[in-house]
């Protein structure tokens, strides 16, 4: 599963169908990695079905696509997906459609969108200063041909709302040198 959709799982109190549906205002940030021929489903459309269901509870990609092809019709077309032409049914994409998408989603602007959704989404605490969370780490099972780990760096606020997060080029960068005493100097 995506690590940008795993923010979801934090959201409190979710309405899993308003939520995402909510959320598909937000995903004009996405880019779509898809070529502009035979597109069937609309990006905000896949993205926001994905989300409710993991809103609802699904922790892998095979949840996720299950829980698309068992949403009730109304639910389906609520997030966006198009009627067939000739029997009027909503139509759902196949699993591998929706996995090959999340794959070759971009993380940032997705996590991005996400990020925003969330932060519109929770009230304000009002005046003053917010306590936010800065941390590092190193994803298990990322390795690339190039890199042995992918580190992402992500910013947290104390409710355990992620209010950014990016991918860096180094742990050793995140954890030691060249990162906390920049932050440390800021707050002073």
Known sequence: MPAALDQLTQASAPVPLTD????SGFLGLVPDPRGVRGRRYQLSALVAAAAASVLAGARSLTAI????ADAPAWACRALGFPLAPLTGTVSVPHPHTL???LVKLDG???DQAIGAFLTARTTPTGPGLRAIAVDG???????TATTPY????AAMDHTGHVLAQRQVADKSRVAGGNFAPRLSRNRA
Do not use: C, F, H, Q
Not at 137 to 143: D, I, N, P, T
Not at 150 to 153: C, D, R, S
């Open 65 to 68: 696509t299950e829980w698309i």
């Open 137 to 143: 780490k190193a994803l298990r099972g990322s390795r």
């Open 150 to 153: 992918v580190t992402l760096l």
């Open 108 to 110: 940032d602007a997705l």
């Open 99 to 101: 996995r090959r998408l």
């Open 20 to 23: 995402a549906v909510a959320l």
